[in-house]
């Protein structure tokens, strides 16, 4: 490649003194810009691109800084910002001239003042005169329409001739396998005045009459003027969204209010949702099953409501409630308990990717995450409206606080926009930065409005009516934030960056213990001596590259990072991830194929137009504020459609949309349209309440529909997407160790402060990895383990742990032996299942109570008599195999019962709920 | 069928709660008798008993690696002209293709070890797939279709095969990625669970420190944990008796039987400490910046060896859009000792016969740049590569375009892909159905054309 670079060059240089001395005349005294700018043109398309004129001004000493002579790229990409008015990604030969007039290697380089002009700077996207314009919507497009594009149009799809398409200014210019079509004010040099004016046989266009020669002339006067076009180059080749034709799409319409359908059995519906459902299956000749028992209800709403079983007392006291609100009762109990925030917050952190490293290549922890996660909690825990929510997260920093709790609650919301992965070795700036962007709007439309915007970064969606335009005029938006997820300045980490401090009397906790004098002191000592072990080496000139250097420079930034975190008393510093505004001066642009070095046209920054029917302006600081507001506007069809979708898909296993994250063109479409207006009005109306609407669904009928089978059903929807039934679902990895916990005896319920992750503090996640299996160790709920992307721990991933590094509206279920193995062979399940043993044996009553009371823990409910037998014809033959294996006898009766234990937490209705 | 008898079985033996009484060998025997993944008659001989195949992701480079276009280098910097974007300009390979072995297939010098094995080589160059975006052509590779759950490949062969040893599982995936569709691409979706794949390890992660966890009780003799798991087995029927039809728990209860068996062999399976340096040295265990692939190598000869029928291994990182020189080097680099090594492992063990080795990822690259010095996706023509069991070697079979933009001669869609694998093992992919909401289903859905041309 450099050698390639290098031949290029002398060839450039050697052609230009080639130039300088071979010319005679006045001439001779000018540099002729456009015979440069056609050398320097390397692929004769006409125009320049950043490469081209980088290769060539990388040799062109006017541009080296001056200084020491070394070369300035810098200064080259700014000489090309500034040439290229038009901000179209190249430069014209009238942009190069005011660069090309100077003698190359002579005198300074001055750009043209008026060029430059600051308004049009700003505003750009003026490629041509409005004259220039005019002439060609007049004279020229018509013309191409009629006589050109039926061979060299690109929107039919088929056969290009000569691989030359005239529908776009960029095909004209970069013209076809003969060359550029069009050389801008030349009209001898263009191809296709050549072609229309019918003097080459091979070349004559049309082929079978020549064009009127008016119209040669008025195409002759349009190179010369420079060929304006006004169209754009990024939509080449390709047919425009139609935006209106895809409002169509069902999820793009407005929510509707519709009307309750009318039902056979009427005595059956006790809600809404029921008339609905029973409706459809109805109209597929089907009934639904027969209603769940009492025992399996509360089982079910307590796992599904707060991710954990039922006590005893709870079921029985469930059960024996004969009055007419039991069931309600249970359920405003379940809603009142912080266990609910703590579920269906792990829900949502599903869905915010939520981690507390970086992930990608090289995993940085991101020690102050777990604010968001309890941020998260508390808003379903206060029943926060979703609106608000949803508000928060995108600009909390810009709304008004009441209180500094407020004020800093708001902030930590935002994380949701800074813990996304990203690669933090990643050495280009921009190219960091349009990346962390493209996370935040990928996770951003995905959570909340169910589309893949970001599928439109490098071209218009594929399938989706969203232009590449629409995702510039988001990008705009996160541009101009400041994303705020703190690491320290290590190898391989270029872009560090400050977080949030959160004021003192926030109310926050530090999640730390203060750093005590004695340790700072350490500390300090540690890094003394290290710093001096630095100056050794770079002494011996072994600093750099070395293997010991790049170790040392880690291990003190580490401890620095350490030291910084704490303020001069040793308090661990209150800080937070999360954005706040950041003043972007750039022009908006789009950039062509998603490539950072393609600038292309600039856009007004905005929202997805599919779903805007007013025009938006952005008139003061990023936009965030209008996003939010945009998001959550009541006639937004989607936000209130996507979440009511998702506690759907929460509550019965999958969504009435089966694409909970994707409600584009390729997703599902709904089962139920009509009932997933219903409840997206529904909810709207109710102040967006995730309470009320959970408690409106799990109250209904079809909720507490039994979960068995029926061969009619079966027969047509196996899948039961018409719920004819309750899907019996398995645990989520989270209640799984927490439910295996509880029946124990030894869960913790009080959770804890802060996260291992956070006490590690800044650097590598590879210190997290040696932490072992903190699942093992500690009692706490599921929820509060550490979740570092890719480092899932093993208890968690074996279940189908969601992925932390992308949106996960449904997580997956497997079965597969490699979970056997985890429930037969781990040692937290053996300890567990002792623990549970030895508290049954310290109980009195005799090994029938036992029994009986294992059941009711573990299954709320009591074993039938064959059970009862089954459980103790084990009790008398286990010691026999025990007593073989040498196990000393006064040991058996414990090991039994541990074994027996360990098969309860194994068996498949454990791990299910019906 | 299959599932109606198993269904009966798993039923049967749980009524009365006899457990006792069948404990042992009689249940035991009684159960492979309708184990699900008992070896299984073939539809018609097979040419390969079993698979491995080592899963590209993220798309590799074909005109840099297996297609060698030599009009591209001709017309580098010049615009496509063709396709969406006409305008982009064509990129030469940076790399130098080489005629190899007695067929003189032509490889790029990226493949210096592969490319030894030339003559075994069947270099599939018109491959094309419906979109090129990575999670849907990643998941139509794997199950036929990027819309709609369906069962993968792996899932597929052990349906239609069952496996050859049931102390192992007949389908294990190394190091999948999380992403791209995650378990769907070795998931069972309506197949019966017990035909998923076995995940070792995951993509990003060291092969070094992953394996089965789990896999010896720390306390209990085997025979105790027999006891006590014929007790959890009867808890499970039980509540299988009292749903009647309930495919997760089936699910569970084959799981667990699969998982009490594996204990026994897959540790020492996947001990590859167990080969001698000079085997673990060919495949290039150890080795900077092979290490990791080389383990799955050689872990997956060890598994098939064993009896495994479906290995799929997998390399990510092949997304190359941006220093292409750089990342592209080292990708290859990666795997290319490996595969040669493992290519070679097999033929002197006498496996290369009648194991099938695929290689490839989701789809290939643009002849055109994107950058200065990288390739963006493209779906419509590249490379995926057979050999061993059943297919000539030293074969090149179709083509693409000038330029390698697109296929255009010996086209062979995903379905046509997969009805040829599962051909070779000796399976009619139009015969390999399963009953399902009412209607039978495929892998090949209503598609797939056996190609013929390529079988030995």
């Known amino acids: ?914 | 069928m299959l599932s109606f008898s198993r269904r009966m079985f798993l039923q049967t033996t749980a009524s009365g709660f006899g457990y006792l009484a069948f404990a042992g060998l009689a249940t035991q025997a009684a159960e492979r008798a309708t184990n699900p993944l008992s070896p299984k008659p073939t539809h018609f001989p097979a040419r390969a008993k079993r698979v491995i195949f080592l899963c590209m992701e993220g798309g590799p480079s074909h005109v840099d690696t297996f297609d060698y276009k030599p009009r591209l280098a001709k017309d580098d910097g010049r615009p496509i002209g063709k396709g969406r974007v006409p305008f982009a300009k064509l990129l030469a390979s940076p790399w130098k293709f080489k005629q190899h072995g007695s067929s003189g297939l032509w490889i790029s010098e990226l493949f210096p070890e592969v490319a030894k094995q030339a003559d075994q080589l069947c270099l599939l160059h018109g491959m094309h797939t419906d979109l090129p975006n990575h999670p849907q052509a990643f998941q139509q590779m794997h199950t036929g279709s990027f819309q709609f759950r369906r069962p993968s490949l792996g899932a597929w062969t052990l349906y239609g095969l069952g496996t050859e040893n049931d102390q192992l599982p007949g389908f294990v995936t190394i190091s999948p990625p999380n992403q791209n569709g995650g378990p769907v691409n070795y998931g069972s979706a309506f197949l019966p669970a017990i035909y998923q794949g076995t995940r070792i390890g995951s993509i990003g992660r060291s092969l070094r420190e992953a394996s089965v966890s789990n896999l010896k009780n720390p306390r209990s003799s085997t025979k105790a944990q027999r006891a006590q798991l014929d007790l959890l087995q009867a808890m499970n029927r039980a509540a299988l008796e009292r749903d009647r039809v309930n495919p997760a728990i089936e699910g569970v209860i084959e799981s667990y039987e699969l998982a009490f068996r594996m204990q026994g062999e897959l540790p020492e399976v996947l001990n590859l400490d167990k080969e001698s340096a000079t085997t673990r040295k060919l495949y290039g265990v150890g080795e900077d910046g092979m290490d990791n692939f080389a383990r799955q190598c050689l872990m997956a000869r060890r598994l098939v060896e064993a009896g495994v029928r479906f290995v799929e291994i997998c390399q990510g990182g092949w997304d190359h859009h941006r220093n292409l020189q750089e990342t592209l080097t080292r990708s290859a680099r990666s795997v290319d000792r490996p595969i040669a090594g493992l290519l070679t492992d097999l033929k002197s063990r006498g496996l290369l016969d009648d194991t099938l080795v695929i290689w490839g990822g989701e789809f290939g690259r643009t002849p055109y740049a994107q950058l200065s010095d990288g390739r963006d996706h493209n779906n419509k023509g590249y490379t995926l590569w057979m050999a061993g069991g059943g297919v000539k070697g030293g074969l090149s079979y179709g083509k693409t375009d000038d330029h390698g933009y697109e296929a255009v001669d010996g086209k062979i869609h995903i379905h046509d892909w997969h009805a040829t694998i599962l051909h070779l093992l000796g399976l009619d992919h139009e015969k390999l159905t399963f009953r399902h909401a009412g209607r039978d289903f495929r892998l090949t859905d209503v598609k797939g054309h056996v190609v013929r041309e390529i079988l030995a």
Not at chain 1, 289 to 317: C, H, K, M, N, Y
Not at chain 1, 556 to 563: M, N, S
């Open chain 1, 1 to 914: 490649m450099l050698r390639f670079f290098s031949v290029f060059l002398l060839a450039v240089l050697l052609l230009m003194s080639s130039y300088s001395a071979g010319q005679d005349g006045p001439k001779d005294k000018k540099a002729d810009p456009e015979r440069l700018f056609r050398l320097i043109d390397r692929d004769n398309d006409g125009k320049l691109s950043r490469e081209e004129f980088e290769r060539f001004t990388s040799s062109a000493p006017l541009l080296k800084g001056k200084g020491k002579g070394k070369e300035n790229p810098k200064l080259r990409g700014l000489a090309f910002d500034r040439l290229d008015t038009d901000r179209d990604g190249f430069l014209s030969v009238e942009e190069f001239k005011p660069f090309g007039a100077q003698r190359p290697g002579m005198g300074k380089f001055k750009f043209n003042k008026e060029k430059t002009d600051p308004k049009q700077e700003a505003t750009a996207e003026q490629p041509a005169t409005a004259e220039g314009i005019a002439f060609f919507e007049k004279k020229i497009r018509p013309v191409l329409i009629a006589e050109c594009f039926h061979c060299h149009s690109s929107e039919k799809g088929n056969k290009i001739r000569g691989g030359l398409t005239l529908d776009t200014r960029e095909g004209l210019r970069k013209g076809g396998d003969s060359g550029p079509a069009v050389v801008p004010g030349r009209p001898d040099r263009s191809l296709l005045i050549k072609a229309i004016r019918h003097v080459d046989e091979k070349l004559a266009m049309p082929p079978k009459k020549k064009l009127d020669d008016n119209i040669v002339r008025d195409f002759e006067q349009w190179v010369r003027m420079g060929a304006p076009d006004p169209r754009d180059g990024a939509k080449i080749a390709r047919a425009e969204i139609d935006i209106e034709k895809g409002r169509e799409h069902w999820a793009f319409q407005p929510v509707g209010k519709p009307k309750m359908p009318t039902v056979k059995n009427t005595d059956w519906p006790r809600t809404e949702v029921d008339r609905f459902i029973l409706a459809t299956l109805e109209a597929k000749g089907l009934s639904p099953v027969e209603d769940a028992d009492r025992r399996t209800w509360i089982r079910r709403v307590t796992f599904d409501l707060l991710g954990l079983p039922p006590s005893v007392q709870e079921v029985e006291a469930f059960v024996n409630d004969r009055s007419e609100k039991a069931y309600e009762r249970v359920v405003d109990r379940l809603l009142e308990s912080p266990h609910f925030g703590e579920r269906f917050g792990r829900h949502w952190l599903d869905v915010a990717r939520y981690a507390e490293t970086s992930g990608k290549t090289v995993n940085l922890n991101y020690p102050h995450a777990w604010r968001y996660r309890d941020w998260v909690i508390a808003a379903f825990n206060k029943d926060k409206p979703y609106d608000q929510f949803v508000r928060e997260q995108i600009a909390g920093d810009l709304l008004p606080a009441a209180s500094a709790q407020q004020r800093a609650e708001n902030q930590i919301a935002t994380g949701f926009l800074a813990i996304g992965p990203k690669a933090h070795n990643e050495r280009n700036r921009l190219q960091f930065e349009m990346d962390v962007v493209d996370e935040q709007i990928d996770t951003t439309t995905q959570a909340i409005l169910g589309l893949t915007v970001s599928c439109a970064r490098c071209h218009d969606h594929k399938f989706d009516p969203i232009p590449q335009r629409d995702y510039y005029a988001m990008a705009g938006i996160f541009r101009a934030t400041q994303t705020c997820y703190g690491t320290i300045p290590i190898i391989q980490n270029v872009h560090p960056s400050p977080l949030l401090p959160l004021s003192e009397d926030s109310g926050q906790p530090a999640g730390r213990e203060k750093l005590s004098a004695r340790e700072r002191e350490s500390i300090v000592n540690q890094l003394d001596r290290l710093k001096q072990r630095q100056e050794e080496l770079r002494k011996e000139g072994n600093l750099f590259g070395s293997n010991q250097g790049v170790f040392l420079n880690i291990q003190i930034q580490t401890l620095r990072g350490r030291l910084d975190s704490y303020d001069a008393d040793g308090n661990p510093k209150l800080l937070a991830m999360g954005v706040r505004e950041k003043s972007f001066r750039g022009a908006n642009v789009v950039f062509q194929r998603g490539e950072i070095d393609k600038p292309g046209e600039v856009v007004p920054r905005g929202f997805v137009q599919v779903l805007t029917r007013e025009p938006v302006s952005i008139t003061r600081g990023s936009g965030r504020l209008e996003l939010a507001d945009w998001l959550t506007a009541p006639d937004n069809p989607l936000t209130a459609r996507v979440m009511v979708n998702r506690v759907w898909s929460w509550l019965f296993g999958h969504g009435l949309v089966g694409s909970p994250d994707n409600f584009g063109t390729t997703g599902q479409t709904p089962t139920h349209p009509e009932l997933l207006d219903h409840l997206a009005t529904t909810f709207v109306e109710q102040g967006w309440s995730v309470k009320k609407l959970v408690r409106y669904l799990v109250l209904s009928r079809t909720y507490q529909l039994a979960s068995t089978h029926s061969d009619t059903c079966y027969e047509v929807d196996p899948e039961n997407t018409l719920l004819w039934r309750m899907s019996k679902r398995r645990l989520e990895a989270e209640a799984i160790r927490d439910a295996i916990l509880a029946v124990s005896g030894e869960l913790e319920l009080t959770p804890p402060v802060g996260s291992e992750i956070g006490r590690l503090g800044e650097g590598f996640s590879n210190a997290f990895g040696r932490l072992g299996p903190i699942e093992n160790r500690v009692r706490y709920r599921s929820v509060y383990l550490p979740v570092a992307r890719d480092l899932t721990m093993d208890a968690l991933a074996l279940f189908d742990f969601a992925d932390p590094n992308v949106v996960v509206g449904e997580r997956a279920t497997t079965s597969v032996p490699s979970q056997s193995l985890y429930l037969l062979n781990n040692p937290f399940v053996i300890r567990s299942a002792e623990t549970m043993a030895r508290r049954l044996l310290a109980r009195p009553g005799d090994d029938h109570e036992r029994i009986e009371l294992l059941y009711q823990r573990c299954l709320s409910r009591k074993p039938t008599e064959k059970e009862q037998q089954l459980a103790n014809e084990f009790l008398r033959s286990y010691p026999k195999v025990l007593e073989q294996d040498g196990v000393p006898r006064l040991r058996q009766r414990q090991v039994t019962w541990t074994a027996l234990c360990q098969a309860m937490l194994g068996s498949a209705e454990f791990l299910y709920r019906n």
